[in-house]
């Protein structure tokens, strides 16, 4: 009788297509909002400056903050879903089987693929309001859905990938595929400290980073 052969080890999965074409488009928008919050920034500092030294002040300053924060929040949590790095609870998730798991984690992301497409809906309703009354910021005295619109494409990012998300995962459930609990499921800590090693030793090296990260690095995960 022929020795039976040792069970060879399971590679890791390899990273996520949708991800993998995603990620470029949000880090670019990433990337331009942190410009236009820094722009504002200086723009604030100038204006405490100005209100100290001089007794002066730039109009609308306070008004022009809460369009930026309002679109820095669209599109930073449209660049948080791409890197997989939304917080998710996972005290009792890591304690059910595989399959269980799967069901789960295909769940999140129908749930969160709903959420961000009502959220988009909405925004679309408020612009289409906006231009229909032809409303103005009452201090910048610009058109408010100038500001309106960058808000609402960061939404309608959101609920895209999402949507693309929720689509995949439910496709790799219908067909069994063990890649889902790795590709949508809460990110471990060894993967965390796997991708900034990874990240290090790239910078140590002079070579750039990936285009699509690992997994996502401000996620925070409770287990019991």
Known sequence: MAPRSAPQ???????????R???????????????VVLAYALAL?????????????FKGIDELGGFVLAIGA??????AMANRSHTRVDVFL???????????????MVTFAFFAC?????????????????????????PLWLPQLGWVLGLVLLALISLAYALHAGWLLATRRPEINAWYGPVSAQEELDA?????????????????????????HLHG
Not at 9 to 19: E, Y
Not at 74 to 79: K, M, N, Q
Not at 94 to 108: E, G, I, T, Y
Request: glycine share 6%; aromatic share 8%; charged share 20%.
């Open 94 to 108: 890591v304690r059910f089987p595989k399959m269980v798991q799967r069901w789960l984690n295909a769940l999140a």
């Open 74 to 79: 669209a599109i930073g949590a449209s660049y």
């Open 45 to 57: 500092t100038l204006e405490i400056l100005g209100r100290k030294l001089f007794s002066t002040s």
């Open 21 to 35: 074409r995603i990620t470029p488009a949000t880090r670019w928008a990433a990337i331009a909002c942190g410009w």
């Open 118 to 142: 009502f959220a988009a809906w909405r925004a679309l309703a408020v612009l289409q309001e906006t231009i229909e009354l032809k409303s103005s910021a009452p201090n910048l005295e610009l």
């Open 196 to 220: 900034e090693l990874d990240a290090l030793n790239r910078r140590r090296a002079g070579t750039p980073a990936a285009v699509e990260p690992a997994v996502g690095n401000t996620a925070l």
């Open 9 to 19: 080890p399971r590679t890791a999965p390899g990273p996520n297509p949708i991800s």
